[in-house]
């Protein structure tokens, strides 16, 4: 089955700097890349995704790279504010409408 | 919509009893997940309904855990006797199961805590 890991596990940055958290899966079937945000005491909530036919993409502060050959993909915030400080979870999934495996997670603080 | 709908949002039991976690999806989609967090393993994939039908229930730690989902609108997740490992947080989600978007909504969870 699909084994996502995530790295790094903890990310403390300043007001204003960029942070990129990395994973990387197992199954070559996987197409579907979505990540999500969960704050303390809430569900996850998605905020953006990315498909296999695509390399980039990108909203507002956001990013997401996806590198199908090596099995990785990445997530970049940009201009980092305290309101971006919580868990993130990547996942994968074979299709957009498939059972989602999510990696471990990555705490990330944005210190003012 | 008020989003995915669980209840109890907190559950104190001692080992032994039975647990009973509801869910009610977003009405129109066509997917249900049930999922499981904890410190130490993350968010771990229990089971998923499609259409009411249990597609892959291969995440259920053992026979103790049983789901239904008797209608679009309603579903269940039992665990019959609980233990002290069972303690965690437990997420349902729904999704419109189609191809052009693949979000989870996820409710906001029922904290479970088996003494």
């Known amino acids: 089955g699909e084994n996502v890991e995530q790295h790094p596990s903890t990310l403390s940055v300043q007001e204003g700097d960029s942070a990129v958290i990395k994973c990387t899966y197992s199954?070559?079937?996987?197409?579907?890349f979505p990540w999500y945000k969960q704050e303390l005491g809430k569900g996850p909530q998605l905020i953006i995704d990315?498909?296999?036919?695509?390399g980039e993409k990108k909203d507002q502060r956001i990013a997401v790279t996806l590198n199908k050959t090596a099995k990785h993909f990445s997530l970049h915030i940009t201009e980092t504010q305290p309101e971006d400080s919580a868990v993130y979870f990547c996942?994968?999934?074979?299709?957009?409408?498939?059972?989602?495996?999510f990696g471990p997670g990555t705490s990330l603080s944005v210190i003012p | 919509d008020a989003g995915v709908i669980q209840s109890p949002r907190h559950e104190v039991t001692e080992m032994g009893q039975e647990v009973t976690l509801r869910c009610k999806p977003i009405s129109g989609h066509n997917s249900l997940f049930w999922y499981r967090q904890t410190m130490m393993r993350g968010l771990e994939l229990l089971i998923y309904f499609n259409n009411n039908v249990p597609i892959d229930d291969s995440g259920m730690p053992e026979d103790r855990f049983s789901a239904k989902m008797p209608n679009a609108s309603f579903s269940t997740l039992k665990i019959q006797p609980s233990e002290p490992r069972d303690s965690a947080v437990y997420f349902c989600?729904?999704?419109?199961?189609?191809?052009?978007?693949?979000?989870?909504?996820f409710g906001e969870g029922s904290r479970l805590t088996v003494l």
């Open positions: 989600a729904s999704s419109p199961g189609t191809s052009i978007t693949g979000e989870l909504f």
């Open positions: 990315i498909r296999s036919n695509v």
């Open positions: 199954d070559s079937a996987s197409n579907y």
């Open positions: 996942a994968a999934s074979e299709t957009s409408y498939d059972k989602v495996i």
